[in-house]
C-alpha cells in the first residue's frame, strides 16, 4: 500500500473554509426552514378551527339551529362549557364536551401545533376561543344575566355570519404564563353594549402565527387575520403583558365588527 503523500491530506485552513461554508449554508437555510415549518403549523391549525365550526354547525342542526352553548352555567356551578364538563378532580375533560358526537376521532380537540401550554384552567381547548358573546349566549338578547347563558343564538338570529367570529386562536396573559382560555373576549366597544356585563377586557385572541391569527366565522368561512388592537397591562393579572405576548383584537370590517350578531 502506497502511504498517502501529505500533500493529499486538508491542511487546516481548507478544514476551516469547509466549516465557514457549511455554516454559512446552514445559516442561510434556517429561516427558510423555520419558515416552513411555522406555515406548517398555521396550516394544521386552520384545519383544527375548519372541524370546530363543521361540528358546531352539525350540533346545531340538530339543535333547532341554535349553537353550542358556551358555558350554560357560567354564572352558578360553571361545570360545563364548549369544550368539556368538569370532573371530580375540578378540571375540564375534553372528551364530555357538548360537541364530542359531531367532532373526528372521537371526539378529540385537536392542539394548535404552534402553541403548548403548560398550565391552565381551561386546558383542553386545543389553544382555541369560542365567541360566547356573539354566538355561544344570548347575552345581546337578555343582558348579563345567568339566564343568558342557559342557551345560544341561533343562526337565524346573527344577521351577519361572514362577519361574525366563532373560533379564533386564542390564549390568556394570566401574569406568569399564556394559558389556554375558553372565550373570545371582545373589545370593550362591544362589551359596553351588553347591559350589565362585567368582563376583563383583556384581549384573547391569540396571533402566535407570525402575527397572525386564524379565525372561522359564522359561515364557515376561514381568514387569517392581523392584530390591529391590544393593551400592554391588565387589570386582574399581576405582570400580565398582552401586547408583548402577541395577544389582542383584529380589526372590523365594512364599520362593523366580527363579534357582533346585529
Request: with cysteine; hydrophobic share 40%.
Amino acid at each position: 500500500m502506497k502511504r498517502k503523500s501529505r500533500g493529499d491530506a486538508f491542511t487546516l485552513v481548507e478544514l476551516m473554509v469547509v466549516i465557514a461554508i457549511i455554516a454559512l449554508l446552514s445559516a442561510l437555510l434556517l429561516p427558510v426552514f423555520t419558515q416552513a415549518r411555522q406555515k406548517g403549523w398555521q396550516t394544521g391549525c386552520q384545519s383544527n378551527l375548519r372541524q370546530l365550526s363543521m361540528a358546531n354547525q352539525l350540533y346545531s342542526a340538530d339543535w333547532d339551529e341554535f349553537f353550542v352553548p358556551a358555558a350554560p352555567d357560567l354564572l352558578e356551578r360553571d361545570s360545563r362549557r364548549w369544550f368539556g364538563a368538569r370532573n371530580h378532580h375540578g378540571r375540564f375533560d375534553a372528551s364530555s364536551g357538548a360537541m364530542v358526537p359531531y367532532l373526528k376521532e372521537h371526539g378529540a380537540l385537536r392542539q394548535c401545533p404552534a402553541f403548548h401550554p403548560i398550565q391552565g384552567f381551561d386546558l383542553g381547548t386545543g389553544g382555541y376561543v369560542y365567541n360566547d358573546v356573539g354566538v355561544g349566549s344570548r347575552l345581546w338578547k337578555m343582558g348579563y344575566c345567568a339566564q343568558a347563558y342557559h342557551g345560544s343564538l341561533a343562526s337565524a338570529e346573527i344577521a351577519k355570519p361572514s362577519e361574525t367570529a366563532m373560533f379564533t386562536d386564542g390564549a390568556l396573559d394570566v401574569g406568569n404564563a399564556v394559558v389556554e382560555y375558553a372565550f373570545l373576549i371582545a373589545p370593550e366597544a362591544v362589551l359596553s353594549q351588553i347591559p350589565g356585563a362585567f368582563y376583563p377586557l383583556d384581549p384573547s385572541v391569540h396571533f402566535r402565527h407570525h402575527g397572525i391569527a386564524n379565525v372561522v366565522f359564522v359561515d364557515g368561512h376561514l381568514k387569517a387575520m392581523k392584530r390591529s388592537q391590544t393593551v400592554a397591562s391588565s387589570g386582574i393579572y399581576w405582570g400580565a403583558n398582552p401586547a408583548k405576548n402577541h395577544l389582542g383584537w383584529f380589526a372590523p370590517t365594512e364599520g362593523d365588527t366580527f363579534y357582533d350578531p346585529e
